[in-house]
């Protein structure tokens, strides 16, 4: 039951957090914003969730889990009710902020709750369990947000959470055994407050930077260089302090170290297909939204095959399932490298099921393996690491694929124009140009618009080619970890 609860609360805080992906069409439009306006209520849930979720094992040890969870369940559930009844741009920010904010814990603590309920030789089977929040959660908001968004409006997106967050929150109340007495520890605020402008910033780089030209930016050369000093402040009085913040001697576990760079690898590799395919197939290639959707929730349903298939992985050494998943994560990004604007949908669900598929084979190994030599006194605070390095991973590489894009984009369609010239040859050969001309406005409209939208599938496979050499960088660090006997020893 206590399973079931966290996995039910966790699921719902995951669904948020991409659900206004869908939505910011209509949100746009509905708010009369610009579209640098409205990217606004991502961002800040983004950051907002990044600068708390540090925080959960210091919540945990002085509140206690049942209250801390408790709280952000409710706390999110009501604020995403509020999202849907916003009338403003600025009050859509608040309630998405506070929705970050509040849920923040909810993933660290349920992670953290299940390892600790269960004794360690089922590890492996909860956090399969548990692992399909991290697949099945961001794969559930886009595809019903979506479809109740074209159905009804956009507001329906959210209120469709609003009943399962009061399930979870009731269940939760339930089953959670009782806290034990909070330990009065103070919050070292030198290391809070230096490790929350330096994520801030980042965050506001990776976010505002492309549409800011990046360093040709006044605001973005600021806010690296505020990143930066407070990143060294931060480092600084973790290493020279009795109690920090942030724990950094956990580091000295080299197994929790491998860990935290795989899981950031993990998030940089999770959600990009989710974020680069429907805006490729939806711009260029044509499909409709339903097909769009139905693609997404293919890749849930591999994400189920690829934690059913760890009950038997899950025997093995952790080294070799995630060598299995990265490399399934290899294979699907070279045939996404492969791919053309006349793709057909059977090869598009193929490649989302193995894109789940991969992902759900990596996520037990990898908990596993970050905290098996970890002792168990230092797991919320651990987990609220893990998990706060995969949301990073996340935000930076979905800003460097989409970077890749534009940059290849229009790259590629200044060098592809140059060759349409009444010097070349081969415009005026029938049948090589086909249905295209060049003696019309209206032929060369039409040209312009093919060679922009090659270009632009150029520039998605470059991004594609970014995320298989990510997944087979991991490999790599996966072979450095400790084996289960030297673990042991």
Known sequence: MILASVVLGSTLYATTLLVASTLLPQMQGSMAATPDEIAWTTTFNILATAIVTPTSGFLAARF??????????????????????????????????????????????????????????????????????????????????????????????FYMIVPAGAVAAFCLHLTLPPDRPGTRLPLDWTGFLALSVCIACVQLVFSRGQRLDWFESPEIIIETGIAALAFYVFLAHSLTTERPF??????????????????????MVNFTPIVLLPTLLQGYAGYPDSIIGQIVGYRGIGGVIGFGSTLLIGRLDPRIGMSIGFGLLVLSGLWLMRLD????????????????????????????????????????????????????????????????????????????TELISPYNRALSVPELMGGWSTETLQGLARLSKEIDRQAAMIGYVNAFGLYMAASAAAILFVLLARGPRRAAA
Do not use: K
């Open 341 to 416: 604007l006349n793709v057909d949908v059977d090869t598009l669900l193929l490649n989302a099921v193995l894109q789940g598929v991969a992902v759900g084979v990596i996520w037990v190994p990898l908990t596993v393996l970050t905290f098996r030599t970890l002792d168990a006194r230092h797991t919320a605070e651990a987990m609220a690491l893990f998990h706060l390095l995969r949301n990073i991973g996340s935000s930076l590489f979905i800003s460097l694929s989409v970077t890749t894009i534009v940059r290849s984009t229009t790259m590629n369609y200044s060098r592809m």
């Open 64 to 157: 206690g889990r049942r209250r801390v969870m408790l709280f952000s369940v409710i706390g999110s559930t009501a604020a995403t009710w509020l999202c849907g009844q916003a009338e403003s741009l600025e009050a859509l920010v608040l309630w998405r902020i506070l929705q970050g904010g509040i849920g923040a814990p909810v993933v660290p603590l349920a992670n953290a709750i299940v390892l600790d309920s269960f004794p360690r030789r089922q590890a492996g089977l909860v956090s399969s369990i548990f692992g399909m929040t991290v697949v099945l959660g961001p794969v559930i908001g886009p595809v019903f947000g979506g479809m109740l968004a074209e159905t009804y409006n956009w507001r329906w997106a």
């Open 246 to 267: 942030l724990n950094l001697r956990l580091l000295l576990d080299r197994n929790y170290a491998l860990g935290l760079i795989l899981v950031f690898i993990h998030g």
